[in-house]
């Protein structure tokens, strides 16, 4: 496997069908994605590290996931801008696999923190008596910490059962970073095994985490419906927020497995684009989001304006 890998480079197409006088204009697009995601996910992880009254454990989900999207964008998005801009989309082995272990990484990480989220709304809801006993800050540190160990543990079969397949000593990725379907199209030889493999962790790191999502919500909605309280409708609009990024998140996903299952055949770009919308488009609306509809972090960014230019003492 050593002398293997010493002689493989992956070498990052991107969009194929898109004329050269276009690629400045694409990898703008790509770097003016980056740095929205980087200072805006970048902006909530500070606000709740430093504002102790953020220090709950709804917010610090919010980080979790936050922390997450920065990582992912930041192991992908420069090389392949880099590609454009200095020609440099060449990697090593090493370098392809270490993006691929992060890509699945984080992408479940994304998934068991969302259940997290929904798990919290659940307990505030239904049972909101019990949340500071149920959700203590110890209860949150441990499920954050599992829900990294999980993605590590599930992360680690989609490398290992690729790296075990041959690929050309110069392989061609029609992607913008070392994805799985990517590396088992350029890959030698048979990988239906593989690949059946692969689909079946993706989609229990997927269906499950939505299921559970669905029944804690289905069950929100009919403890507030049999409640005949008013006021628990109103407890409900603070689940929208979180209703807004399941949808960005799950909706294009959900819909690449059943392509897949369906067998549609996809032009190559789109297939690359559907995978940068589901990739990247949640890492800028999920801050965005926050911030304009979770009432304690909007009020932390104004009264911290306010300070700046001296509004406030």
Known sequence: MANFSQNVYFELIGFVGVPEKYNLLLSFMMFTVYSTALIANGTVIVLISVSRHLHQPMYIFIANLAFSDLLFDTITLPKFIAKYWFGAGRLSFSQCFFQLFFVHCLGSLDSFILVLMAGDRYVAICNPLRYSSIITHRVTIASCSLSWLLAVMSALVTPFLIGQLPFPRQTKIFSCFCSSSALLRSAIGSVTKVRQTILIVALCVLLIPLAVILLSYVIIIITIHWSGISSNWQMFYTCTTHLLVLNIYYIPRVFVYIANFAKLILQPDINLLILCIYSYLPH????????????????????????RIGLTV
């Open 284 to 307: 800028i609306a999920n801050p965005i989001i926050y911030c304009l509809r979770t009432v304690e972090i909007k009020n932390t960014i104004v009264n911290l304006f306010r300070r």
